[in-house]
């Protein structure tokens, strides 16, 4: 057990004080703060402190006023401004980019309203829809007027049909739970892949260095190999956990100093406040299993490359498997149910991740989960003891391993015949 | 109490690396390991240390199996000499003290007592990969002996260094058997084996050819070395019954002779040719039971 600390903290330290470590964890960091300050970013190029200014020429004398506060209503950004020169001078000014764009309001022959927009670029922006969808709605309100529909025949036409939806299964999810448990599947579905990826790689090429400058024959005469091993994976976890709590540290307080409002949405759109504890406790059960998965088979694939540049290659079939399992999940959490998906919540390298948002956005029976678990739980298991084989073997076995074959190669140097 | 190996085979696939070896090597002795490249040295190194299981036989340590639980008793120089290059003179050695069972306390004195002694105090706080190879290579050395081992295994300590780094390393491996660790040791320097080793054992393909203690080996060898130098025409001797690997040298010649005997029959023959400068009959070397055992020319 002390060697397995000693093992542990020296590969935490010794990645915590290298000089990678250190500069692209102040990168993400940067680059989180640079997107939670993003909208002012934004706003900095465009320059116009916010604030879209549309010049409008009324025509009819009375659309501008009803426009305005329909926009108003929507979007206090949008500055609809009277314009007092001609046309000419309109089209003009938005030329010199003085105005976002240019409006001529006028009532047609069946007085209605219409309008003539000017904008520099064909593309249509979201400007654009928004003055259409506004005076549409101020189109249709008159022409009901004109057609003697009154206010309140006319409010009842407006509103919405009554439609509730009622899941009879008592257990199943309202939309709202599945809409908020979507964000944490989200959220954890990437967090492990991420994981995988980054640390997975970190720990398959700290092995390979250690085999590399030939360290690793040293090593494992000190301590045994499957101490060597899961003290690497433990430690670089622990490496990653600092980094991912920096990173929450850090984006959590920008969040909460950078807008109230944002805060809000942020949490009610991950349902940070409702979700039930259960989810969280998935999440990280799910979470730890699948990275001790991944992690194994990358200590173990490390082993077999006696030049850290050969780390890529043979990683390569492991990260595609991750890829697979994160696309099946991302798909999964348009139709949980499809058959698909059940059967690969089973299968153990897809399911951590599918299994986690089966639990998530459905009501998985107990049996099911539990199965998932104990089939991922066994295959970490074989493949530690088989990684472990492969690596006592794998460390001593030098030349251009690049294949397979090699596997078999490690084995059975590791065998007694 | 001792080390000791019985029928130990490995064999890896089809190729048998190491065939049936016995060993006894008592506590507290140097012994000296030969072979040519490839002979299953290294691999027998591994076995004892339990980094790769035999195929057959026993391998036990004070009757036991070695394994983990002893490993702060024992110290391991591989031939692959190997540290991490990124990381400090202090932090290497504090590290592979510690996963020998070292409190940092201990480490360091040791670190330092050696340092001192093999003269590189100064590369503290150096980088690995900054040192020179010999320099490296007396870390690599200390990190073996850093935890005071009671059994230590060097596989070819000596070589890629200096004559004075040699010379140094020497004496530290023999005044470590003089504070009683066990040490076995392989080398392709003949001399160096002959002038430290009171036992040794030669592998030749995995086979123990020659092993034992070295004066009864040279006696039963049963050759000995022949020197002559003398005013006349020696070649005839080269005929004579006895004689193998004549070879002549500028005033004289340079022979192997089957036994003893022989060189006396050889001075009755040329004490009458002529004048006679030197005549001498020595032990055959290591080197000569090597070459003769294992068939081709090392070092």
Known sequence: ?417 | MSLSLSNVTKKFGEHTAVNQLNLEIPNQELFGFLGGNGAGKTTTFRMILGLIDQTEGNITWNGERINYDQSHLIGYLPEERGLYPKLRVKEQLLYLGKLRGMTKQEALVQLNKWLERFRVESYLNKRVEELSKGNQQKIQFISSVIHQPKLLILDEPFSGLDPINVEMMKDAVLDLTEEGTTIVFSSHQMDDVEQMCENVCILREGNAVVKGNLKDIKKTFGRKNLHINADFNLDFIEEMDGVLNYKKYNNGCKLQIANEQISQTILAQIQQKGFIRKFELEEPSLHDIFIEKVGEQYE
């Open chain 1, 1 to 417: 057990m002390n060697k397995f600390w000693t093992v542990l903290s020296h590969t935490y330290m010794t990645r915590l004080k290298s000089k990678a470590f250190i500069i692209t964890t102040l990168i993400v960091l940067l680059f989180i703060v640079a997107l939670a300050n993003l909208p002012s970013i934004i706003d900095t190029f465009t320059g116009k402190d916010g604030a879209d200014q549309i010049a409008v020429i009324d025509e009819s004398n009375e659309l501008l006023e009803v426009l305005s506060e329909s926009v108003a209503e929507l979007d206090e950004s949008i500055d609809l401004i009277p314009f007092k020169g001609t046309e000419e001078e309109g089209k003009e000014a938005v030329r010199e980019e003085e105005f976002s764009g240019f409006l001529v309001l006028y009532l047609d022959e069946q007085k209605l309203p219409a309008a003539t927009y000017y904008e520099n670029s064909a593309v249509s922006s979201w400007l654009e829809m928004m003055i259409q969808q506004q005076l549409q709605q101020i189109k249709v309100e008159t022409a009901m007027k004109q057609a003697g529909v009154d206010e309140v025949t006319f409010a009842a036409i407006q509103e919405d049909v009554t439609f509730e939806k009622i899941a009879l299964d008592e257990a199943a999810k309202t939309d709202e739970e599945l809409d908020q448990t979507r964000g944490i599947v989200y959220i954890m579905l990437f967090v492990l892949y991420m994981a995988v990826v980054v640390y997975g790689q970190m720990i398959a090429t700290d092995v390979a260095t250690e085999k590399s400058s030939r360290v690793m024959e040293i090593l494992i005469s000190s301590a045994s190999p499957v101490t060597h091993m899961f003290a690497k994976i433990i430690g670089i976890a622990l490496l990653g956990l600092t980094q991912i709590v920096l990173i929450f540290i850090v984006g959590y307080n920008l969040i909460l100093t950078k807008s109230q409002e944002f805060t809000g949405d942020f949490f009610e759109v991950f349902g940070f406040d409702t979700i039930s504890l259960n989810i969280y406790f998935y999440a990280i059960l799910f979470f730890i299993l699948g990275y001790l998965l991944y992690a194994t088979i990358a200590a173990m694939l490390g082993s077999l490359v006696s030049r850290v540049e050969d780390v890529q290659y043979l990683l390569m079939p492991m990260i595609f498997l991750v890829m697979i399992a994160f696309f099946i999940a991302i798909f999964g959490l348009g139709m949980p149910e499809a058959k698909f998906i059940t059967i690969t919540s089973f299968i153990p390298f897809f399911s951590p991740m599918i299994m986690f948002l089966r639990v998530g956005m459905l009501d998985v029976p107990v049996w099911q989960v539990i199965t998932s678990i104990g089939l991922l739980v066994m295959t970490i298991v074989l493949l530690a003891i088989l990684g472990a084989r492969i690596y006592k073997g794998g460390v001593l076995m030098y030349g251009a391993s690049r294949s397979l074959k090699d596997f078999k190669k490690a084995f059975m140097l590791s065998k007694k015949n």
